[in-house]
């Protein structure tokens, strides 16, 4: 795995990109910590997908729970 600095990153962020599609995975820091991963999409995992639709699958059929009295502009007030 590359680790490059943030500021690097952000210089040659192009570069970064292309060691990502050639399967390299990069982690950037900043400050001498690690603060993001950037690395290739998995190829389809068959059974991710199966795992996925499961959860959501039971998720919906779960009951609502709480109150739902709020709005979309009460949730970003200042």
């Known amino acids: 795995m590359k680790t490059i600095?943030?500021?690097?990153?952000?210089?040659y962020f192009s570069r970064v990109l292309r060691d990502v599609a050639a399967g390299e995975?990069?982690?950037v820091v900043a400050r001498g910590r690690p603060v993001?991963?950037?690395a290739p999409i998995r190829p389809h995992d068959p059974a991710r997908?199966?795992?996925k639709r499961r959860l959501l699958d039971?998720?919906?059929g779960q009951d609502v729970t709480g109150s739902r009295d709020w709005t979309r502009?009460?949730?970003y007030e200042r």
């Open 5 to 11: 600095s943030a500021s690097d990153a952000n210089r």
């Open 49 to 51: 997908e199966a795992a």
């Open 58 to 60: 039971r998720l919906h």
């Open 25 to 27: 995975a990069v982690t």
């Open 36 to 38: 993001a991963s950037i």
């Open 73 to 75: 502009d009460a949730l």
